[in-house]
Antibody, heavy 123, light 110 residues
Framework: QVQLVESGGGVVQPGGSLRLSCVASGFVFSNYDMHWVRQTPGKGLEWVAIIWFDGGTKYYGESVRGRFTISRDNARNTLYLQMNSLRAEDTALYYC????????????????WGQGTMVTVSS | QSVLTQPPSASGTPGQRVTISCSGSSSNFGSNTVSWYQQLPGAAPKLLIYNNYQRPSGVPDRFSGSKSGTSASLAIRGLQAEDEADYYCAAWDDRLNGWLFGGGTKLTVL
């Protein structure tokens, strides 16, 4: 069964750090680009970051650039998002998602999504 | 500014055909393909359309997509109650080097 399972969310104070994980199963993880996308409760989707299948290329959304770092461990079938200098506006449900085609294919849609992990930044 | 613009809401009655528009710019729609997602309440987004008009396996052919220049649209024919959801367009933006999502359209089945 193809699936993604996120973990690592929680409540953190402004300025704090958190690392999210996304474990993949049911497909060859190392063949696919991976994204992080977030959604503030009751609001729309916001793309956060992408990492190419081999980890060699990474891009970030403007609102997180310089604070968040996307990485992957293909041997462990795991995607990560290291979040530093967290702000209240980073409060959201964070999804990991797989691109539709084998990489590099950043332009394609994402056909597999996890269930999300909630991050709350509050004092 | 790189923005994808969708109407905030749309509605239709069962059996009707509904279209949702999405407007982009040369840096996204002008050079890249469009995807559409459906998000049911409490669920993760689901890919409905990719490469402007293609459907992943399992997506009913009631859903169709098109793109012309810097505009795209999602059409749903034979509207059903279970189609009530939020719909998002998306595309890669060459200026931002990243994905853009539209603001989302809440579809209500009357």
């Amino acid at each position: 069964q193809v699936q993604l399972v996120e973990s690592g969310g929680g409540v953190v104070q402004p300025g704090g750090s958190l690392r999210l994980s996304c474990v993949a199963s049911g497909f060859v993880f190392s063949n696919y680009d991976m994204h992080w996308v977030r959604q503030t409760p009751g609001k729309g989707l916001e793309w956060v970051a992408i990492i190419w299948f081999d980890g060699g290329t990474k891009y970030y959304g403007e609102s997180v650039r310089g604070r968040f770092t996307i990485s992957r461990d293909n041997a462990r079938n795991t995607l990560y998002l290291q979040m530093n200098s967290l702000r209240a506006e980073d409060t959201a449900l964070y999804y990991c998602a797989r691109t539709l085609s084998t990489g590099p294919s950043p332009y394609d849609g994402s056909d597999i999504w996890g269930q999300g992990t909630m991050v709350t930044v509050s004092s | 500014q790189s923005v994808l613009t969708q109407p905030p809401s749309a509605s239709g009655t069962p059996g009707q055909r509904v279209t949702i528009s999405c407007s982009g710019s040369s840096s996204n729609f002008g050079s890249n393909t469009v995807s559409w997602y459906q998000q049911l309440p409490g669920a993760a987004p689901k890919l409905l359309i990719y490469n402007n008009y293609q459907r992943p396996s399992g997506v009913p052919d009631r859903f169709s997509g098109s793109k012309s220049g810097t505009s795209a649209s999602l059409a749903i024919r034979g509207l059903q109650a279970e189609d009530e959801a939020d719909y998002y367009c998306a595309a890669w933006d060459d200026r931002l080097n990243g994905w853009l999502f539209g603001g989302g359209t809440k579809l209500t089945v009357l």
